[in-house]
């Protein structure tokens, strides 16, 4: 059994207590569209492990997280981007964003994407 947090919205998303839109499912690891995209696919992929923010990331869980770089991987190539291109980001605390603290990477396509981002 993976480990959950009750407070974490993402812990609930994976317990079926509130609603998302999943579209990808593995061992280790869902995706769902976010609820306010940022691009015509946005997707948050997160493991089935709570795990607050990078810095709280150990040793024994590489494997768990990269696992979610292969949801990434496999989506695009489903969904038919890999070749266009796509982006895959993970904020970490507020300096850069992070509003909810279970890691998820973003999985971004449809549109370009500028670079450096804000
Ligand atoms: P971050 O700001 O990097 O922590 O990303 C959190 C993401 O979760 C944001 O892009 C939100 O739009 C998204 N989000 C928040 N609540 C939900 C929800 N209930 N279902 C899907 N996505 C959500
Ligand atoms: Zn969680």
Redesign the pocket.
């Known amino acids: 059994m993976w480990e959950s947090n009750p407070d974490c ?1 993402f812990c609930k ?1 994976l317990a079926g207590e ?1 609603p ?1 839109e999943i579209v990808y499912e593995s061992d280790s690891a869902i995706a ?5 995209p940022q691009a015509p696919t946005h997707l ?1 992929i997160i493991p089935r492990k709570h795990i607050a923010t990078i810095n709280d990331i150990e040793t024994g869980d590489n494997a768990l997280v990269g696992s979610l770089y292969s949801a990434a991987r496999d989506i695009a190539a489903a969904d038919g981007f890999a070749d266009d291109g796509y982006r895959v980001v993970m ?1 970490c605390n507020e300096a850069a ?4 603290f279970h890691i ?1 990477l ?1 999985l971004l396509s449809g549109r370009s994407l500028s670079w450096p981002p804000g």
């Open positions: 919205l998303i509130i998302a769902f569209r976010d609820i306010n948050v904020n964003g992070q509003t909810v998820h973003h």
